[in-house]
């Protein structure tokens, strides 16, 4: 790469979000700020590297995105009277120059465009696939891959959210005090579940795009964490995604297997990322000894694992403190998966019996299609010799998983049970 | 200010229970008195245009005068499990405050309620 291309990756990567937010808000239409945003980066590719790099790139994009939108409009006589008055607006105003003042505005505006992408009145497979697009500035082929769906299956989709939004008048605004706490909720269930799809993804699929949805979902929740400090719940989230993501390399082995917690080579571990999502999570602590609100889901995931990635061998691992954040856990989601996630922790505290014996009596009829279930009940089966059991749970967990490493590791481990 | 259709859908069938799908009479006067409740605050906040109820889907015609002599139908335009059975219209600044609105509207006449935004444009 050269030095000019990796500038514009680069600025994409930190302007994009911005160009389209202030657009957006300029012109109140989600399709002209995108179009105009694409239009100025194709200008950027093609003028930078004869004229160099603009001293301010992100001005530069948002002038040229604006004077984009404003031709386009233009030429296209059936605007609406709001976009007509934003055009005059923009011309008597000229474009925003990002100066020192202007910061917190900006800031507000690409907060507005996450709220906007993530509004719960948009299906949520709209939500991330409109997030990654206007926020993130993936293109809608990256998208399609990345979701194993048709390009123009990918491109209706985020043309429907963005007729949606305006058809029915979702606000772009940043929500009122009141409902802040739900809709950020809303908005971190989009990026964790863009980071799920990226970390253990269904099917086979070994895309690098793929595998970059875990960046990409902590570089946004690193930008919701600039813009919102205060909350706890994107604190832990991010802490969460980066103890996960920390661990990415160790987590299959060579051979494409998954290779669990216990047996992972940790000195493989990104101890970097361990450390900032271990001082996170401290932070989070410190809140809540103070009096704080009380943790959330994911202040309390990310707690589990910074015990799980605070010791160097796994046997020194903390399970009763582990127990007891699952504990918290329940309190705050008391779902059948999580009962089994504690279950599991149980098992290496109590024992394997007191574990299955948990499972099976209060789990079994609510979790019986879920892979991890049988999984678990397998692992505990054949660690208490019952391999003619162990074997038939293995089977069922096979056939239940969809993430090939996983199916890799079950069939091997089912495979060495001993004779029944 | 933009104009939404709020419309509580439900089985035709409740036109023919005793007490119109609601499980007792009791049950049906407190709806009514919080639906009355909840339009008088439409009203005085400056968000109501129309609302009523519909009978059962069972009592529409459907006409269609596109030809030369206009053809009568017996019944609603589509056989469905559920039908519209009331409706507000109301005049509010975005999808949000509607979504707040229908929220308390399904709450105080015991339904569903589908927002749909009105095609007019959003008025000067």
């Known amino acids: 790469m050269t030095d000019v291309t990796e500038a514009i990756t680069r600025v994409h990567h930190e302007e994009w979000a911005r160009v389209v937010a202030s657009l957006t808000k300029r012109f109140g239409d989600l399709g002209v700020a995108e179009d105009a945003a694409a239009e100025a980066f194709m ?29 386009r409009i233009r030429r296209e006589s059936k605007r609406d009277d709001k976009q007509k008055e934003a055009v005059a607006l923009a011309e008597i105003q000229g474009p925003d120059e990002p100066s020192p003042d202007r910061h917190s505005a900006i800031e507000d505006d690409r907060l507005r ?121 994107v604190a832990g989230l991010l802490a969460l995604m980066l103890l996960i993501e920390a661990r990415r390399t160790a987590r299959v082995s060579a051979t494409g297997e998954l290779v669990r917690l216990d047996e992972q080579d940790r000195g493989s571990w990104d101890l970097d990322l361990i450390a900032e999502g271990h001082r996170l999570v401290r932070e989070r602590l410190a809140v809540v000894a103070d009096g704080g609100a009380r943790p959330g889901r994911y202040q309390i995931l990310a707690a589990i694992n910074a015990v799980h990635t605070s010791v160097r061998d796994a046997r020194d691992t903390d399970w009763s403190q582990i127990v007891a954040l699952y504990d918290q856990m329940i309190r705050v989601d008391g779902s059948p998966i999580v009962r089994l996630n504690r279950a599991i922790a149980v098992a290496e505290m109590d024992g394997p019996e007191v574990a299955l014996a948990e499972i099976d009596r209060h789990l079994g009829p609510s979790l019986d299609d879920y892979h991890a279930f049988h999984a678990t009940r397998a692992d505990l089966l054949r660690r208490l010799g019952r391999s003619g059991e162990s074997r038939a749970a293995y089977d069922r967990a096979i056939e239940l998983a969809e993430n090939a ?13 001993g004779p029944s | 200010m933009a104009k939404y259709l709020m419309s509580v859908w439900g089985p035709d069938s409740d036109y023919e229970l005793e007490n119109y799908g609601y499980s007792s009479p009791e049950e049906m006067m407190s709806s009514f008195e919080a639906t009355g409740k909840f339009n008088d605050k439409l009203q005085a906040e400056g968000y109501f245009v129309f609302a009523d109820g519909l009978d059962a889907a069972k009592t529409a015609t459907v006409v269609d005068g596109q030809g030369e002599k206009p053809i009568i139908t017996d019944g609603p335009y589509a056989e469905a499990k559920e ?38 444009g959003p008025e000067a």
């Open chain 1, 405 to 417: 490493a996983e199916v890799a590791l079950l069939t091997r481990r089912r495979d060495q049970l």
């Open chain 2, 83 to 120: 039908h519209m059975a009331g409706f507000w219209i109301i005049d509010v600044p975005d999808l949000d405050v509607a979504l707040k609105l229908a929220a308390e509207a399904s709450a105080a006449c015991l339904g569903k309620v589908e927002v749909r935004p009105m095609q007019t």
């Open chain 1, 113 to 233: 465009l996450l709220f906007t992408c993530c509004h719960p009145a948009l299906a949520p497979e709209a939500r991330i696939a409109l997030t990654l697009r206007m926020v993130g500035g993936l293109t809608v082929p990256e998208i399609a891959n990345a979701f194993l769906v048709q390009e123009t299956t990918m491109g209706q989709r985020i043309t429907r959210a963005k007729n949606k939004i305006k058809a029915a008048h979702i606000p772009y605004r940043v929500p009122e005090a009141a409902d802040l706490p739900e809709r950020v909720s809303g908005v971190l269930a989009v990026l964790f579940l863009v980071f799920n799809e990226g970390y253990l993804s269904s099917g086979d699929h070994e895309s690098s795009v793929r595998g970059d949805l875990t960046l990409e979902a902590i570089r946004l929740t690193r930008l919701v964490r600039a813009l919102l400090p205060d909350d706890g719940e």
């Open chain 1, 43 to 71: 200008v950027a590719v093609e003028r930078w590297p004869l004229d160099g790099v603009p001293p301010n790139p992100g001005a530069w994009l948002t002038t040229t995105a604006n004077r984009r939108a404003i031709d």
